[in-house]
């Protein structure tokens, strides 16, 4: 049982370069989202899903994209990255609310672009 | 709106002291849940404890304690005798039940315990 794997755990981007920050869970988790994380901002909610073909925008969701094409995946993509991406990500993911088991996070992804 | 604020940005002891993290949250929610996460310098998150709305009774695990008021709206975690490995982020979180999938954080309290 990996729980929430993300991949890559670092990577540097130029400005302008589009990736897509890999996140797959095998708890048969209904609910997933990405946050990012900067100093002195505690974890902000870039965009969410609460089940495969069902997302929405969180607090910070401008520059980025989601999809959800199955329970597993929850990919972030970066169309054209920007300095002020750079961050730590995290993607997490819960059975559901109404269950409320907390959440499982990943390791994170360490994105720097220059 | 939801909101989670921990006031206490950088909090110093030395070993053995106790010490106190303040959380205070904002929700129009009935039912909600609260958090508490751990990240240490290594960066993780390690989940602490989860609350719901509707249970105010204190919990203790171990050197760990919190204690909820929905009178103050409070969620303030209390660690006993601390100890270096404590040294962390500490972040409180909101799930209100009309928000599904998200968690809000608050802005998190970096603790330093000095041996």
């Known amino acids: 049982n990996a729980g929430v794997t993300q991949t890559p755990k670092f990577q540097v981007l130029k400005t302008g370069q589009s990736m897509t920050l890999q996140c797959a869970q095998d708890?048969?988790?209904?609910?997933m989202s990405w946050y990012r994380q900067d100093p002195g901002m505690g974890l902000r909610l870039i965009h969410y899903?609460?089940?495969?073909?069902?997302?929405d925008q969180g607090e910070v969701p401008n520059g980025y994209n989601v999809s959800r094409s199955t329970t597993e995946d929850f990919p972030l993509r970066l169309l054209s990255a920007a300095p002020s991406q750079t961050s730590v990500y995290f993607c997490?993911?819960?059975?559901?609310?109404?269950?409320?088991?907390?959440?499982?996070f990943g390791s994170g992804t360490r994105l720097t672009v220059v | 709106a939801q909101k989670v604020t921990q006031a206490q940005t950088e909090i110093s002891v030395v070993e053995k002291e106790d010490v106190t993290l303040d959380c205070v949250y904002e929700?129009?929610?009935?039912?909600?849940?609260l958090f508490w996460y751990k990240q240490p310098p290594s960066g993780e998150l390690v989940f602490l404890i989860r609350r719901n709305s509707f249970d105010e009774q204190n919990e203790i695990s171990g050197r760990y304690s919190w204690n909820f008021q929905k009178s103050t709206s409070s969620f303030n975690f209390t660690i006993t005798a601390s100890q270096v490995v404590d040294s962390a982020v500490y972040f409180c979180a909101l799930n209100g039940s009309g928000n599904t999938g998200k968690l809000i954080f608050g802005q998190g309290t970096t603790l330093q315990v000095k041996p």
């Open positions: 899903s609460v089940g495969a073909g069902i997302t």
């Open positions: 997490a993911s819960s059975l559901g609310t109404l269950k409320n088991y907390g959440y499982t």
């Open positions: 929700t129009r929610d009935t039912t909600y849940y």
């Open positions: 708890m048969n988790h209904e609910y």
